[in-house]
C-alpha cells in the first residue's frame, strides 16, 4: 500500500512538475530578454441612447420550496 502511495505521488510530481519547470524556464528567458507582457487588447464601441422595455416576459413560474414569500 504504501508503495502504490509513494508511486502516485512520484507520478503527481511528475506530471505537475515537468509543465511547471517548462513555463517557469519560458518565463526566465523573457526577463533575461528584458521583454514585457503584450498589453491586453481592448475593444470599444460608440454609445447609443436607446429606449428599453419597462417589463420582461417569462415562460414558467416561481414557487417557494417551503412556502416562505
Do not use: C, Y
Not at 528567458?29 to 428599453?52: F, G, L, N
Amino acid at each position: 500500500m504504501l508503495k502504490r502511495v509513494l508511486l502516485t505521488m512520484i507520478g503527481l510530481a511528475i506530471l505537475i512538475g515537468i509543465p511547471a519547470a517548462i513555463k517557469m524556464q519560458q518565463f526566465q528567458a523573457m526577463a533575461d530578454m528584458q521583454m514585457t507582457m503584450p498589453p491586453e487588447i481592448v475593444t470599444a464601441d460608440q454609445v447609443k441612447r436607446q429606449q428599453w422595455p419597462n417589463t420582461l416576459s417569462a415562460t414558467g413560474s416561481l414557487v417557494a420550496v417551503q412556502g416562505v414569500t
